[in-house]
Nanobody, 124 residues
């Protein structure tokens, strides 16, 4: 059974920081890339960042590049997203998902199993 639990969301002022965590069951985590996506009200789910199984390769959406940092701790089956210099447009529900391969991808179809998400709200 695959389980994904996102946490760390909350309400923060513009310019502030949050650190999201994604705890995954071993079956979902071991050997696979992991990704973060987000969905704002009335919008489609969009790619945010992804990391390879080894952690040596990371990719970011242009909108978050230089502000967000993705990482993972394979010993803890946990992935993180450090979000700095937050903007109101970062407001969304953030989801983590395991990839279908060890290679990170920006494409939705390269991910399966989605968590419940964690709400991030950035006030101006």
């Amino acid at each position: 059974q695959v389980q994904l639990v996102e946490s760390g969301g909350g309400l923060v002022q513009a310019g502030g920081s949050l650190r999201l965590s994604c705890a995954a069951s071993g079956r979902a985590f071991s050997g696979y890339a992991m990704g973060w996506f987000r969905q704002a009200p009335g919008k489609e789910r969009e790619f945010v960042s992804a990391i390879s199984w080894s952690g040596g390769s990371t990719i970011y959406a242009d909108s978050v590049k230089g502000r967000f940092t993705i990482s993972r701790d394979n010993a803890k089956n946990t992935m993180y997203l450090q979000m700095d210099s937050l903007k109101p447009e970062d407001t969304a529900v953030y989801y983590c998902a395991p990839g279908r391969t060890a290679i990170p991808s920006t494409r939705n179809y390269q991910y399966n199993y989605w968590g419940q998400g964690t709400q991030v709200t950035v006030s101006s």
